[in-house]
């Protein structure tokens, strides 16, 4: 039994290993840096991130003043993403989509969050889905990128991981007010059920709530009447 055991922790030791000299590492170094600088901001202008956390990000990017910083924020982040998708084109033009084979957990996820902040996921879709059916990336992330791109066509949604906001009239008040909702699902009375094939483990009510969004079912055509 104790050979047994010694043999089972060697083979497992040596898989180990193996998988990472497998890995392309200065690859991975890169990847982790976008993935980063993709990260960093968004995390900032997160309203859960905590007061500690945001000075310790404002340091780190050389800024002291606040307020100095609060208004480069959104400047910043549009040129990190412009940066970051020129740098992970490159990457897709010499090895396809980077994905776990390649570069390892969670940094297989890295290009995803790039192109998913881009203005370029009708043309990387098709390679996230493939990347995706072989494993290299979790089938979740094809579902997001595939609902985000059907939300920005003005179709319905397929899984319900959008929330869209529009300005609307508040009957009481009469005064214009930022409303949110989760996108038109396509098939809302089965939603949840195809978020549990494609790997959700929450459903969409409760995905609403962490994203703080009352969950209610609305079509395209009541959405639009939204005045």
Known sequence: ???QL?????????????????LNLKLKSELDEILKSDQILREY????TSKERKTFIMKELGYENEALFKDNVIPLMIKND??????????????????KSLVGEPTNEAAWYVIQHSKKIAQYLPLIEKAAEKGEIPFTRFAMMQDRYLTQQGKEQIYGTQVQGKQITNKNTGFKEFFYYVSP?????KVNELRKQAGFTTTVEENAERMEVKYR?????EIAKMN
């Open 185 to 189: 699902i396509k098939n809302p009375e």
């Open 1 to 3: 039994m104790k050979k």
């Open 45 to 48: 202008l997160d309203y859960d």
């Open 6 to 22: 010694l043999l089972f922790v060697f083979v497992f030791i040596s898989s180990l290993v193996h998988s990472q000299n497998s």
């Open 217 to 221: 079912v609305y079509t395209l055509d």
């Open 82 to 99: 412009s940066i970051n998708v020129m740098k992970v084109e490159k990457i897709i033009a010499s090895y396809g989509y980077p994905g």
